[in-house]
């Protein structure tokens, strides 16, 4: 039997993989068995196997954390793994959905996750409704800091604080994530969006690619989205990942508060004295809302 070795999955492409042994070689991989779930980022085993002239990702292991989604049965999948950092991506242009914003900082704040605002293309100007949300979010204690792909504008900064860490850009779809991968990682030798070649003879788009960080550290991009739920069995039950809410939920009278319309709720008291910013906690109630009916259908699904 062949002998398994180590590897970091470096990109994605439906269930097609490319890994990074210890020498540096990149192979072409596929995960060995309908179950196993693998994602960019990913530590593997993996073993050759010479009759097929392929490699096979036999085993994942242990993930120190990770990007997790839920699909709409409810069920938890894996998007990105390892990170220390997740850089969420917007703009002036296309204008900001700031529910998707606050569900990816959901789901990093429970999955442990540092996360930081990027507002990109900022060559257009920061819009005083847009600059008012933005300080909403330092308030709560998310850090956001503005940059420009064009122009160069604080491509340093946002460089300073994803060195050396496991960071993923991640965002809807043309806020310039891309560009900024090629001010970051400017001697890449793989083109963003590289189509890459199946067995089939089809071609499909890279989903999520890692590159180097000249001085150490990795950089993920990820596919632009249109919508993004963070795993609801990843979800902290009482304060699903908003600061806020769980700054505020121990002051609440009863344990099992869901802050929605409970008596002596110390979050609803703080929305209706100006303390939390009412955007924000209508997200909350939107996310506390799909986060009840996923349970349940995940339930449904269980009983099946």
């Keep these: 039997m062949n002998e398994t070795f180590d590897a970091l999955v470096i990109a994605t492409f439906g269930r097609h993989l490319l890994v990074r042994d210890a020498s540096g070689r990149e192979l072409r991989a596929r995960p060995f068995g309908r179950g196993l779930s693998v994602v960019c980022g990913d530590n593997v ?3 050759p196997d010479q009759r097929h002239g392929e490699v ?4 994942v292991l242990p993930r120190r954390t990770a990007l997790y989604r839920s699909n709409l049965r ?3 999948e894996p998007v990105l793994a390892n990170l ?5 991506v917007l703009a002036p242009l296309p204008v900001p959905d700031l529910f998707i914003v606050d569900r990816y900082l959901a789901a990093a704040t429970s999955g442990a996750i540092a996360a930081t605002l990027v507002v990109n293309k900022a060559e257009l100007g920061i819009g005083a409704e847009l600059r008012a949300e933005l300080e ?3 308030a709560a204690g998310y850090g956001w800091m503005a940059c420009s792909a064009h122009s160069g504008e604080g491509v340093d900064a946002l460089w300073e604080i994803s060195a050396g860490a496991v960071a993923a850009l991640v965002g809807r779809s043309g806020v310039g994530k891309s560009s900024l991968v090629r001010c970051l990682v400017p001697n890449i030798d793989v083109q963003i969006g590289e189509l890459v070649r199946e067995e089939e003879g089809r071609h499909t788009t890279t989903a999520a690619r890692l590159f180097d960080f000249p001085r150490g550290g990795h950089l993920i991009d990820s596919p632009g989205v249109r919508d993004f739920t963070p795993a609801v069995d990843r979800l902290d039950s009482r304060t699903m990942g908003f600061v806020e809410v769980q700054r505020l939920s121990p002051g609440c009278r009863f344990l099992d508060c869901r802050h929605m319309r409970e008596p002596g709720c110390a979050v609803l008291a703080a929305v209706e004295a ?3 910013h009412p955007r924000r906690y209508e997200s909350y109630r939107r996310l506390r809302r799909l986060y009840e009916d996923l349970t349940q259908a995940r339930g449904r699904q269980r009983k099946r």
């Design 84 to 88: 220390s950092r997740l850089l969420v």
């Design 136 to 138: 909403v979010y330092a």
């Design 56 to 59: 096979h990702v036999v085993e």
């Design 45 to 47: 085993h993996c073993r």
């Design 74 to 76: 409810g069920r938890s």
């Design 274 to 276: 100006g303390q939390v």
